[in-house]
């Protein structure tokens, strides 16, 4: 069982920053693939970035390459989405989310943390 808890969100103007973590419990952090989605209202929750347990392989959707950073500090139990030049659009509800080297779908979800960006 892994317990996951999302922190940093907030409100920011366009082309600003914000770090968003994701701290889980339990001892096997380290074997699960962790990835970050967000929803907007009225949309469907959508896929955001991807990092594999090692950390090193990572995958984004195209609309925030270049601009979002996934990252994980396996010692800390704590997975990072670094979000720079943030846009209105970016506007959701994120949530963190981990999947064992089984699985082919998430098992585990965090409760969300709202990120607002204001024009």
């Known amino acids: 069982q892994v317990q996951l808890v999302e922190s940093g969100g907030g409100l920011v103007q366009a082309g600003g920053s914000l770090r968003l973590s994701c701290a889980a419990s339990g001892r096997t952090f380290s074997t699960y693939g962790m990835g970050w989605f967000r929803q907007a209202p009225g949309k469907e929750r959508d896929f955001v970035a991807f990092i594999s347990s090692s950390g090193d392989t990572t995958y984004y959707v195209d609309s925030v390459k270049g601009r979002f950073t996934i990252s994980r500090d396996n010692a800390k139990n704590t997975v990072y989405l670094q979000m720079n030049s943030l846009k209105p659009e970016d506007t959701a509800v994120y949530y963190c989310?981990?999947?064992?080297?089984?699985?082919?779908?998430?098992?585990?979800w965090g409760q969300g943390t709202q990120v607002t960006v204001s024009s």
């Open positions: 989310a981990a999947r064992s080297v089984v699985a082919t779908t998430f098992d585990y």
